[in-house]
């Protein structure tokens, strides 16, 4: 079975400093990789994902993420945070097929960001 | 981007009363929407998946006749959680996908979620 795992729950960070969330996953075949945002009180949002080609895949708002087959890995990164990307990110992973398909999520990682 | 819309946003009921949550496709029609379930500092959980037409497929341990999931056009799905109790709080989120006549790519648009609160 498919399982994606975020290992930081809560993350605080000055404005300014550097991001990077971690994102492992298991499934042995093709995967398609999201980071998703959930501002508070606001619907999940896609944030970028990785299909296939460029293994560092930029999204929106400054972030990307890196796709590393070898380690099952699809972290998060954004070189300078914002007071504005305080919220919940979700990793998520399907099994590669086109159409769509059940996500299967990570238990999400709350970023707080310090004026 | 496609847009999908949740009602109610939240709703607070008594024990035993059957509650039914709205997810529709605003610009775009859904073949496949999804719900899942989301408690409190914990992940989204798949509850089920509903094809325009046909019958919803269940995650194990989902009640299928707690969890009354309806999909009848291509921008409706419906959740009705009957005889509602207290650990059926919750809050429930939908996602839409499969745009039909555009190849899609596993990207599913969320609805804002509904709270649901069990007296």
């Known amino acids: 079975a498919q399982s994606v795992s975020q290992h930081n729950h809560h993350v605080i960070l000055s404005e300014a400093a550097s991001l990077e969330l971690g994102c492992n996953y298991s499934?042995?075949?093709?995967?398609?990789l999201f980071w998703y945002v959930q501002y508070p009180g606001q619907h999940l949002q896609l944030l970028l994902k990785?299909?296939?080609?460029?293994?560092l895949v930029k999204g929106i708002k400054g972030f990307e993420a890196e796709f590393i087959k070898s380690k099952f890995s699809f972290n998060l990164r954004k070189p300078s945070v914002q007071w504005s990307d305080t919220a919940e990110y979700f990793c998520?992973?399907?099994?590669?097929?086109?159409?769509?398909?059940?996500?299967?999520f990570g238990t999400g990682t709350r970023l707080t960001v310090i004026p | 981007g496609a847009v999908v819309s949740q009602h109610p946003s939240w709703v607070i009921c008594k024990s035993g009363t059957s509650v039914k949550i709205e997810c529709r496709s605003l610009?775009?029609?859904?073949?496949?929407m999804f719900w899942y379930r989301q408690f409190p500092k914990q992940s989204l959980m798949l509850m089920a998946t509903?094809?325009?037409?046909?019958?919803?497929?269940?995650e194990q341990g989902v009640e299928k006749d707690k969890f009354l999931i309806n999909h009848a056009s291509l921008t409706l799905s419906t959740l009705t959680v009957t005889s509602a109790h207290p650990e059926d709080s919750s809050f429930y989120i939908c996602?839409?996908?499969?745009?039909?006549?555009?190849?899609?790519?596993?990207?599913?648009?969320f609805g804002e979620g509904s709270r649901l609160t069990v007296l």
């Open positions: 610009d775009f029609q859904a073949t496949t």
């Open positions: 990785y299909f296939s080609g460029d293994p």
């Open positions: 509903s094809n325009e037409g046909s019958k919803a497929t269940y």
């Open positions: 499934y042995g075949g093709t995967v398609n």
């Open positions: 998520a992973v399907n099994g590669g097929q086109t159409g769509a398909n059940n996500l299967f």
């Open positions: 996602s839409a996908g499969g745009l039909a006549g555009v190849v899609s790519t596993g990207e599913l648009f």
